[in-house]
């Protein structure tokens, strides 16, 4: 995937972006054609093989522009609690609530949950502000399956919960964690 900041190609990354999110709004993931895809953002085969290698390296691009935004109101915000962050996260998913259900759909979710397992070290330091003290490898998997599942499962029941006690739910299963990683 490119990662340079060429600005006709970030501006072509989001064409290709674009143009897959809204195939999918009518087509099953597996059967849109990289063919497609350029036809719709008017980009050659070349651009997109120079910019990405498969279509799930778009869904990854789209999972890291989502959660840089998610990291940066996170820092923009003093979060002091594990429901405050709770009811952050579950209202950035319900902003992009689309997305996520095609991803659900189309039985991409591994791909949100591993983008969640790379990006929940960050937020966790960003909540630390310590920079040292790490998550250890099992509390990441455990936390970020356990919020991924939540959320499919919330989007799945139509909200039958509301943020606040999802949030609430969240803070009470997650708040005796040891972060450090010490047993």
Known sequence: MYKGNNPSAIRSQKWLTQSLLQLMDSKPYRKISVKE????????????????????????????QLFQ???QEIMNLEVRSTA??????????????????????????????????????DIHRVLQRNPSHMMNDYASAFISSGLI?????????KHSLTIDQ?????????????????T
């Open 37 to 64: 895809i350029t036809e719709l953002s008017d980009l050659s085969r070349q651009t997109f093989y120079q910019l990405f290698k498969t279509k799930e390296e778009i869904l990854e691009y789209h999972l890291d």
């Open 69 to 71: 935004s998610y990291l």
């Open 84 to 121: 405050e962050l709770a009811k952050l996260y579950f209202i950035f998913f319900e902003q992009n609530e689309q997305f996520i259900r095609q991803l659900i759909e189309n039985d991409l979710v591994l791909i949100l949950h591993r983008k969640f397992i790379v990006y929940l070290e």
């Open 149 to 157: 599942g939540i959320l499919v499962h919330w989007f799945n029941e």
């Open 166 to 182: 999802l949030a609430s739910l969240i803070s009470r299963l997650i708040n005796d964690v040891d972060w450090s990683g010490s």
